[in-house]
Antibody
Framework: QVQVVESGGGVVQPGRSLRLSCAAS????????MHWVRQAPGKGLEWVAV????????YYADSVKGRFTISRDNSKNTLYLQMNRLRAEDTAVYYC?????????????WGQGTKVTVS | DIQMTQSPSSLSASVGDRVTITCRAS??????LNWYQQKPGKAPKLLIY???SLQSGVPSRFSGSGSGTDFTLSISSLQPEDFATYYC?????????FGQGTKLEIK
């Protein structure tokens, strides 16, 4: 069925890097804008970054700007989040989410999340 | 950035009750407001988009209303599976900020 599956989380020391992946299946990945959203332990949802369907436009939350890079490989149906200079406050479950094609922006497909612990 | 404020932060109710959750934006977002439901350990699920449009497959006991800065999510007759945390999200402009969440608990 239509789904996205995140991977790449783990435990990493402050200041180090980690790359998350999100593999899409059963939909035309190259047609969709994709997002990363995170959730710190016991906290709410925080939007992190977005990349347009063709990878040409990218935007970031101020909290990660200059440290994180969102990218995609449409030939591999995969979304990435390169996280550099990690901080304790980046500890969270990271979700990738599909923005549907309707004019009103909403995230209709979410992965199960991958946990990142910076410690 | 647009700030989203939900109230209450938590709510206790019984099966069969009608409940309403409020979301306020720090500036007008027209009707670009979504509602998500999240259960423990699970990903969020889209319930309502564009303030009042029901996502496919979502029960009709869920409804949304509002425009500008003030929005509500209502559940007409709570079912056991509705006990979860609910988030609003503005989709008017990036960053697409979420409210802090409302945890709906069984009384």
């Amino acid at each position: 069925q239509v789904q996205v599956v995140e991977s790449g989380g783990g435990v990493v020391q402050p200041g180090r890097s980690l790359r998350l992946s999100c593999a899409a299946s059963e939909f035309t990945f190259s047609a969709y804008t994709m997002h990363w959203v995170r959730q710190a332990p016991g906290k709410g949802l925080e939007w992190v970054a977005v990349v347009s369907y063709n990878g040409n436009s990218k935007y970031y939350a101020d909290s990660v700007k200059g440290r994180f890079t969102i990218s995609r490989d449409n030939s591999k149906n995969t979304l990435y989040l390169q996280m550099n200079r990690l901080r304790a406050e980046d500890t969270a479950v990271y979700y990738c989410a599909r923005q549907w094609l309707l004019p009103e922006i909403a995230f209709d497909i979410w992965g199960q999340g991958t946990k990142v612990t910076v410690s | 950035d647009i700030q989203m404020t939900q109230s209450p932060s938590s709510l206790s109710a019984s099966v069969g009750d009608r409940v309403t959750i409020t979301c306020r934006a720090s500036q007008s977002i027209s009707r670009y407001l979504n509602w998500y439901q999240q259960k423990p350990g699970k990903a969020p699920k889209l319930l309502i988009y564009a303030a009042s449009s029901l996502q496919s497959g979502v029960p009709s006991r869920f409804s949304g209303s509002g425009s500008g800065t003030d929005f509500t999510l209502s559940i007409s007759s709570l079912q056991p599976e509705d006990f979860a945390t609910y988030y609003c999200q503005q989709s008017n402009s990036s960053p697409y900020t979420f409210g802090q969440g409302t945890k709906l608990e069984i009384k």
